[in-house]
Structure formats: structure tokens, C-alpha cells
């Protein structure tokens, strides 16, 4: 898609050397991550799996290595923890069905694809150290048609972090 890529854009010398004006860096886990967190606050349920899956098909974006977002706002830092669980969730879930993070779209060995180890995904430490500190008072956020979740349908994934949210669509494959 023509607008996964990230917002920086090399210097505009480089630019013009290359005669591509319009010319971005390439994407980054950050800018992943990002669309991901805006697609799940808009409740845009449909961009948000295919940006979910296609943060899964860059292997070497690990989760545990996604950068604190460390001058963000509080709520948008704890939304963002609880966030990376989901990813934590949805990708081990696969993981441990054994299709790793590298495995081809269409398989022709499936012999050498159970033989791979199982290397699960784990969440940033920034968001562990998160949980330390919820929300107070519980922050709601509703969803696009302004409903807000009751306490029993609050994934825990959001709700250690103070946050009641829907649980997005995160199954996917």
C-alpha cells in the first residue's frame, strides 16, 4: 500500500539527486505500531487486522524491541501497552501452532517448518513496567458508535493499564 512507509523523508538535496521528490524512508516498526494504535482508537476494525498482519509478516520487527513512546501522553502510552499484549496475544497464538513469523505464504516443506524452534513474542519492557502504574480514574474509550464496553467485556490486556476498550478483532490467519 502506497501509504505504509514512514513520515520521514530523506533531505530534500537527496531528493532532488534522485529526482524522486515525493520519496520516503522506508517503514519502521514505530510507524507500524503508530497506524496500528491510531486504527485501534478510530475503531477502524478492518485496517487495523490487516496492519496487525502485516506488522506479523516483517519477521525481523520483534515486539520486545518496539521503542518506548516515552513523550506521548500517559493515555496514549498505556493504550499503547496494552496494545503490544494483543500483538503478544495474536502472534502466539500462532507461534505456538507452530507457523512462525518467517514462514513463507505458501508452504512447500511442511517437515522443515515444524522443525523450526518456537520462539515466542514478548512485550516491551516499557509496557511491563506500565502495568506498575494503571489509569486513576479507569479511563474509558468508546467505541465508533459511542458504546463503551461493560467491566466484564474489558479484555485484561487493557483493562491492568486502567483502560476500557473493546477488545479489537485480533485473530487473524
Avoid at 515525493?22 to 476494525?45: C, E, G, K, M
Amino acid at each position: 500500500m502506497a501509504w505504509r512507509h514512514s513520515q520521514l523523508r530523506p533531505p530534500l538535496s537527496q531528493r532532488f539527486l534522485t529526482l524522486n521528490i515525493n520519496a520516503y524512508l522506508p517503514d519502521t516498526p514505530s510507524a507500524s505500531f503508530y497506524r496500528l494504535y491510531q486504527f485501534l482508537v478510530i475503531d477502524w476494525t478492518v485496517q487495523f487486522r490487516n496492519e496487525l498482519e502485516y506488522f506479523w509478516g516483517q519477521a525481523s520487527w520483534a515486539l520486545a524491541d518496539l521503542p518506548d513512546p516515552d513523550p506521548s501522553p500517559k493515555l496514549r502510552k498505556v493504550v499503547m501497552a496494552g496494545l503490544t499484549r494483543i500483538m503478544e496475544q495474536a502472534y502466539n497464538r500462532l507461534i505456538s501452532r507452530g507457523l512462525p513469523r518467517d514462514a513463507p505464504a505458501v508452504v512447500q516443506d511442511w517437515d522443515e517448518l515444524k522443525a523450526r524452534p518456537r520462539i515466542l513474542e514478548t512485550i516491551p519492557k516499557w509496557a511491563e513496567d506500565l502495568a506498575m502504574t494503571p489509569m486513576d480514574p479507569v479511563v474509558e474509550l468508546p467505541d465508533r458508535f459511542g458504546a463503551i464496553p461493560n467491566e466484564k467485556e474489558v479484555p485484561e490486556s487493557f483493562a491492568r493499564y486502567g483502560v476500557r476498550i473493546a477488545e479489537p478483532h485480533w485473530v487473524f490467519v
